[in-house]
T-cell receptor
Framework: AQSVTQLGSHVSVSEGALVLLRCNYS??????LFWYVQYPNQGLQLLLK??????LVKGINGFEAEFKKSETSFHLTKPSAHMSDAAEYFC????????????FGTGTRLTVIP | EPEVTQTPSHQVTQMGQEVILRCVPI?????FYWYRQILGQKVEFLVS????????KSEIFDDQFSVERPDGSNFTLKIRSTKLEDSAMYFC????????????FGPGTRLTVT
């Protein structure tokens, strides 16, 4: 069965500091992994995705994530936080071979302190 | 840039009433999805739709739910007899193909059942 766990429902960082949002997955098949961002009163926007190509994936807005099979992790990072990064971030794993639904984590709310 | 649209943005209904949530997926996409997010909880998969039929559904998607693509552009979610626990944000999504392909999400419809 597919699932993701996001450690830390709230993360606060200072502007300019490193952003690290954690995601661990469980999958019975080689996973496809995604990070989505949700700004207030908006839908989910894809930040980046891992689909079995390069393990280090670069996304929009300076975010990147590294797929580590040995650790079953797909943590999201950004070297320098910006005020506009304040949002809710969701990690998701696809349903597996032949399945196209996404399993989401509980989300991490990122606060950026000026 | 193409986007998924949803109407209405907010729907208030009384318990036991039928509601229809509407979505216009991106025009060349082939897979369509509904997800819901109860306040403070994770985003949950409801159903996926491909080639004019349901391809997958979750345990949440019971007999009171139905989906339809009534014409070439709309994709609807019907809840026949709403319950208080159906109050949630409902997201529509679409993707070009399945599995590892990015799902584009709409802004959501907030359903409030009183």
């Amino acid at each position: 069965a597919q699932s993701v766990t996001q450690l830390g429902s709230h993360v606060s960082v200072s502007e300019g500091a490193l952003v690290l949002l954690r995601c661990n997955y469980s999958s019975s098949v080689p996973p496809y992994l995604f990070w989505y961002v949700q700004y207030p009163n908006q839908g989910l926007q894809l930040l980046l995705k891992y689909t079995s190509a390069a393990t280090l994936v670069k996304g929009i807005n300076g975010f990147e994530a590294e797929f580590k099979k040995s650790e079953t992790s797909f943590h999201l990072t950004k070297p320098s936080a910006h005020m506009s990064d304040a949002a809710e971030y969701f990690c998701a794993v696809s349903g597996g071979t032949g399945a196209n639904n996404l399993f989401f984590g509980t989300g991490t709310r990122l606060t950026v302190i000026p | 840039e193409p986007e998924v649209t949803q109407t209405p943005s907010h729907q208030v209904t009384q318990m036991g009433q039928e509601v229809i949530l509407r979505c216009v997926p991106i025009s060349n996409h082939l897979y369509f999805y509904w997800y819901r997010q109860i306040l403070g909880q994770k985003v949950e998969f409801l159903v996926s739709f491909y080639n004019n039929e349901i391809s997958e559904k979750s345990e949440i998607f019971d007999d009171q739910f139905s989906v339809e693509r009534p014409d070439g552009s709309n994709f609807t979610l019907k809840i026949r007899s709403t319950k208080l626990e159906d109050s949630a944000m409902y997201f529509c999504a679409s993707s070009l193909q399945g599995t590892q392909y990015e799902q584009y999400f709409g802004p959501g419809t907030r359903l409030t059942v009183t």
